[in-house]
């Protein structure tokens, strides 16, 4: 079974950056697709980014946040930037299997913008 297993997560002041990672026990290079959401609090969970040979980003993200993958590593990175209250929320790494089309998900890391 395919784990994915997120850190980098945390508080940090309006303005500021965080690098989230996702660790996954399988070779990254057997998911078609890799991916960030977010649940913000009292919402439903939402797309943030992914990368598929090239890389899409919701426009609430576009510009601050850059989603990167390191295939030597077997690691899923979101290096967010510029980040606001609004940012406020639970992240989780997905992904999904090249030949198995099963989709995975990481327990979710917390990331807290305020002041």
């Known amino acids: 079974q395919v784990q994915l297993v997120e850190s980098g997560g945390g508080l940090v002041q309006p303005g500021g950056s965080l690098r989230l990672s996702c660790a996954a026990s399988?070779?990254?290079?057997?998911?078609?697709?890799m991916a960030w959401y977010r649940r913000p609090p009292g919402k439903e969970r939402e797309w943030v980014a992914r990368?598929?040979?090239?890389?899409d980003y919701a426009d609430s993200v576009k510009g601050r946040f850059t989603i990167s993958r390191d295939n030597a590593k077997n690691t899923l990175y979101l290096q967010m930037n510029s980040l606001k209250p609004e940012d406020t929320a639970v992240y989780y790494c997905?992904?999904?299997?090249?030949?198995?089309?099963?989709?995975?998900w990481g327990q979710g890391t917390q990331v807290t913008v305020s002041s």
């Open positions: 399988a070779n990254t290079v057997s998911f078609k697709s």
């Open positions: 997905n992904a999904v299997g090249l030949f198995s089309q099963n989709t995975y």
């Open positions: 990368i598929l040979g090239t890389t």
